[in-house]
């Protein structure tokens, strides 16, 4: 009764309460910080990969043994009262990019990190200055330069041995590519719309970034000037497969694009429309292209036509893109089943990997070995790509 | 039951969210605040019905004390003396609370909505994909744009305006609600709660995304011209009295009082002289569009000995 009462005296007030306990309870807090999920980039005899706590780890390929590891801090920030939180992992979605002995890494927190056999190098932007945009895409090396996007829309091309700014642009909310000098670059916001999430793929003297603004870019790469620009109907976060002149990608409005590099002309367009967006890139092989969808289908549309030759289902989204192993196209979920398409026949038939937790990042083939990062658990799976056996799994968080 | 929760309360709401904010200009600040306006409106009934039993509850509340005193030997007179009071007056003692509960999972579902939309990581967008419908103009709008007036929807407001609008309005919406009492174990437990809901809000606005301190600000405005269109101001207005004593001095003739106390010992009064009948105490409400409610008790009316 005395509840009764007091709840009757109290009742907004306890509507509060109730409701800030139930959603600390129900853990509907706000989206739990950046994960990441590197795929692992292998070079020279050896695996380099971030763990989701933002380890960076140089391991060998047969045993999963490591060589040497770094970690990913994020610098502490100081908040409102002046007081300093702990320094927390940074999260990297990227591959990272390796040079010789030098490791790049594109981390969330808006800082490209450069490591030394474990020891960090150096770092843009310079370690007090302001982060730039959160990286998502992997960093990529050429020219002498390495390039990379941001979530602020920022494209940046920086000296490759010196980390020093060659140019950097920035895509503006009505979709101009704008050139940023030190001053410009200071006051650079985005609208939250032209996010470059998209890997930059470099071709010659180009460089194509895909924004989530709907958009694929064509800029010079040793300028940042843009050439062209081809827009889709939604936003786009898988960057460009360039084949001879076209460059082949998917967009959010749940069509597949071919564009001719040389003019930003439509080629294609596909006929038919996925039930779900175009997350991640496709594969081309064999004049068809593979494109998985996040309804769980791959679209295989004939590369010079567009037309559509195949549909399969293969029961989960696919956020990842296809690796070609012989003759097969291998395909992994994002709940980590993992298929392949004869290439001849376009069947798929599911091999029997043992894999737990979710796929986000990248495939890496190294010859019939196939590596899988997986999210909860965070680990890496080494699997041999024609039976599905797996021959590893190396678990990254917890060691 | 997560899938059976995401599909019939979180789907729905993140889905109506992107369509208005492709209707109203591409802003998904204008749309937390429009699906905040039109969830308020579809449950004003049951808002009304909360707010009306809680304003009973409290009106009743001498009443419950002096029984509480006169049977706190006999607790289960007390229960039934209770019970027969309530019957009486026409209360069901849940009342306050069934509309509560009923409004509860609405606003969860509006609160994970918004929570999904704001998430900026790759994961997070992963994760909307599969919220959306098959409607094309729902997969095109992703991602909405986070710029609202001076703030990034996805990142907690920096300028500490919009923490301090949140915990505001909540201590404007918590002062109404709070009753006057001169138990002062139930003032300070009052008091408590009248600082305790502005400072924690207040506190989350500052660490949260923006976007769902706009949701809070927005819904507790709401909540206040609710309240003050049935209930009036409440307690936030403090009550004046005007002593019309002979000889007093024109400095002292409008004196402010303690209102809560002033009304608590008047309604006793008037209680105890009417042998048990319900007084209103109008504290600072609008008169009724009938004429019925009494206005405030003022100058010699007040009984209360207290004259400045």
């Given at each position: ?22 959603v ?71 591959t ?32 007090g200055a302001?982060p ?49 000098d ?43 000037a843009e ?13 460009p ?94 709940t ?17 990997a ?45 060691r | ?35 905040t ?7 004003y ?19 419950l004390?002096?029984l ?41 579902a ?75 174990r ?27 301190a ?17 209930t ?6 403090p ?6 004593t ?14 809560g ?35 405030p ?6 009984r ?5």
């Amino acid at each position: 009764m005395s509840f009764l009462k007091y709840a009757g005296k109290r009742a907004l007030a306890f509507s509060g309460l109730l409701l800030m306990l139930a959603v600390m309870a129900a853990g509907c807090a706000p989206n739990p910080p950046a994960g990441g999920g590197s795929a692992p980039a292998i070079s020279g005899g050896t695996i380099y990969i971030v763990s989701q706590r933002g380890e960076l780890m140089a391991m060998k390929p047969e045993t999963g043994e490591r060589t040497w590891s770094a970690a990913l801090q994020q610098p502490a920030q100081r908040n409102l009262f002046g007081c300093a939180a702990a320094p927390s992992p940074a999260a990297v979605y990227g591959t990272p990019a390796v040079a010789g002995e030098l490791v790049y890494v594109g981390g969330y927190d808006g800082r490209l990190r450069v490591y030394n056999n474990g020891l960090e190098q150096a770092r843009y932007p310079a370690e007090g200055a302001a982060p730039v945009g959160g990286i998502v895409g992997s960093p990529v090396l050429g020219r002498g330069n390495i390039y990379f996007g941001t979530s602020r829309g920022e494209v940046f091309a920086l000296e490759a041995a010196t980390l020093a700014r060659k140019w950097q642009a920035g895509i503006a909310g009505n979709g101009e590519v704008v050139a940023l000098d030190v001053t410009s670059a200071r006051g650079w916001q985005s609208d939250g719309r032209s996010r470059v999430w998209a890997t930059p793929v470099l071709a010659d003297d180009t460089i194509y970034v895909a924004s989530m603004n709907g958009r694929l870019y064509a800029l010079n790469a040793d300028t940042g000037a843009e050439k062209w620009r081809f827009a889709t109907g939604g936003a786009v976060t898988s960057p460009p497969v360039i084949t001879g002149d076209t460059a082949y990608f998917g967009s959010f409005d749940r069509y597949f694009y071919a564009v001719n590099t040389s003019t930003g002309q439509q080629v294609w367009k596909s006929s038919i429309q996925a039930i779900r967006w175009f997350w991640s890139p496709p594969l081309i092989a064999g004049g068809a292209v593979y494109a998985g969808a996040m309804d769980g289908k791959v679209y295989v549309f004939d590369a010079a036509t567009g037309a559509n030759l195949a549909t399969r289902d293969l029961g989960a989204p696919l956020v990842v893109a296809p690796v070609l192993s012989g003759d097969s196209v291998l395909f992994v979920t994002e709940t980590g089943r993992l298929w392949a398409l004869d290439a001849a026949s376009y069947q798929a038939r599911e091999l029997q990997a043992a894999i737990t937790g979710k796929v986000h990042a990248p495939l890496t083939l190294d010859d019939t070995v196939l590596y899988i990062h997986t999210r909860e658990p965070d680990s890496l799976y080494v699997v041999r790509a024609t039976t599905g056996v797996n021959i590893l799994s190396i678990p990254l968080s917890s060691r | 039951m997560g899938w059976l929760w995401d599909t019939i309360a979180v789907g729905p709401m993140v889905n109506i969210l992107i369509v208005l904010t492709q209707f109203l200009f591409g802003s998904f600040g204008l749309a937390i605040i429009a699906l905040t306006v039109i969830v308020n409106l579809l449950m004003y009934p049951l808002t009304k019905r909360q707010i009306n039993s809680t304003r009973a509850m409290q009106e009743m509340q001498p009443k419950l004390a002096e029984l509480q005193k006169k049977y706190a030997r006999d607790k289960q007179k007390l229960a039934q003396e209770q019970m027969r009071l309530y019957k009486e007056a026409g209360i069901n003692p849940a009342g306050c609370l069934v509309p509560m509960l009923v409004q509860m999972p609405i606003w969860f579902a509006l609160y994970q909505s918004i929570i999904r939309l704001l998430g900026d990581a790759p994961e997070s967008l992963i994760d909307l994909a599969r919220f959306l419908y098959s409607w094309p103009m729902l997969h095109t709008a992703i991602p909405l744009g986070s710029r609202f007036l001076w703030l990034n929807l996805a990142q907690p407001d920096a300028t500490l305006v919009l923490p301090l609008l949140v915990g505001g309005s909540m201590w404007v919406q918590q002062k109404m609600v709070t009753p006057p009492t001169t138990d002062p174990r139930q003032r300070q437990q009052s008091q408590m709660m009248l600082w305790m809901m502005p400072l924690m809000f207040g506190f989350f606005a500052l660490q949260f995304p923006s976007g769902l301190a706009l949701f809070w600000f927005v819904s507790t405005l709401i909540r206040i011209l609710m309240q003050y269109f049935m209930t009036g101001w409440g307690n936030l207005v403090p009550q004046r009295t005007r002593p019309v004593t002979a000889g007093k001095s024109p400095s002292a003739e409008l004196v402010r009082s303690d209102a809560g106390e002033v009304a608590k010992k008047e309604e006793k009064i008037a209680y105890e002289a009417s042998g048990g009948k319900r007084q209103d105490r109008g504290r600072g409400r609008p008169e009724s569009p009938g004429g019925t409610r009494r206005k405030p008790r003022r100058g010699g009316d007040n009984r209360s000995g207290r004259t400045g």
